[in-house]
């Protein structure tokens, strides 16, 4: 199994899918941004944060 089919495998997984960020996170997010602000995420995750803040 390649990397590629072992990372789709991974995610398939509930617990790999992408979760609703902290409140704390969306409160901070919502105090100090307005829309069309840029966010710049420096993280280790799967970009769940990013995919989610990029929909709101």
Not at 38 to 48: M, N, P, R, S, V
Request: charged share 25%.
């Amino acid at each position: 199994m390649n990397t590629q089919e072992k990372w789709h495998e991974m995610h398939s997984q509930k617990r790999h899918q992408p979760r609703y960020p902290s409140s704390d996170l969306v409160a901070f997010v919502l105090k100090n941004f307005k829309t069309n602000d840029q966010i710049l995420d420096l993280g280790c995750g799967g970009g769940a944060t990013c995919k989610i803040f990029s929909r709101e």
